[in-house]
């Protein structure tokens, strides 16, 4: 198909199989909702498992024993606290985190040119999905703060299910920062994350279509193709759950009482920077690897249906 717009000139917005107008936005949107909604909502227990290691490390030493710890005291209810805002949050993050970043990606495009959008491809991805992440938090911050707030609290300290959670948080705003008290925190966190995440997706795609595929696209089965979104998916996970792992180690360091008051720079010399980069870094692998390449998988497994095409290829 053409990559020119119906005025002659060229344009990102036409270098796919589909023009990318606002009912193509709109699909990867939706996208991105049952993406990053439903991978999110499935491993809630996991979450609730981790979030509690992170705040009473000396109670809850481990995912398996945490969540062993959590049914015997709350039963199997307990260690699904959290879903509802988890569904709802992760689906609007991932609504924004997915459709604009297509949005952002060929504004960009756009401004840069053909020449230069093609020589600075990697620099579009990063700043295409630190865009998108932006907004995309801002949308996930009350929902993240009141399932954190859900997750972590005692039993019968804090209601557990959604409304009466939501309620309570607005409340007693002053006191929990409510809505928006975390979101610095989040933003510092999930936007390197997610441009790393989009960044070595984007590449991991490219180099299968150039260096082990390198027919057209066009000639490989829709299963084959998705084949090639989910291995760049996982691995995508991998490369960021290794990345990230030294600054989720140091937040749990940092919920440990012992460690109160101490600086960052004082906690790694006494931890170790090895320890913090390797600690628990199989479960993260696994967990980030799979969660990413699902991801990815559905996300494209849509957009191949609504015939908009999969990521990636010349």
Known sequence: MSHLAPSGKWDARYLGPVPHDTSYYAKCMLGGVLACGLTHAGITPLDVAKCNMQVNPAKYTGSISGLKTII???????????????FIGYSLQGMFKYGLYEVFKDAYMNLAGEEASEKYKGAIWLAGSASAEFFADIALCPLEMTKVKIQTSSAGTFPVPFGAAWSEMARTSAETRFPFGSLVPLWSRQ?????????????????????????????????????????????????CAVVSHPADSLVSQLG???NKGKSLGAIVNEVGFGTLAT????????????????????????????????????
């Open 191 to 239: 936007i390197p994350y997610t441009m790393a995440k989009f960044f070595c997706f984007e590449k991991i795609v490219q180099l299968f279509y150039t260096r082990v595929f390198t027919e057209p696209k066009d000639s490989y089965s829709k299963p084959t193709q998705l084949g090639v979104t989910f291995a760049s998916g996982y691995l995508s996970g991998i490369v």
């Open 72 to 86: 015997a005291e709350e039963g199997t209810k307990g260690i699904w606290k959290g879903f509802g805002p988890t």
């Open 256 to 258: 440990k009482p012992q």
């Open 279 to 314: 600690k628990g870094l199989g479960t993260r692998v696994v967990m980030i690897g799979t969660l990413t390449g699902f991801q990815w998988w559905i996300y494209d497994s849509f957009k191949a249906s609504m015939g908009m095409g999969t990521t990636g290829g010349k």
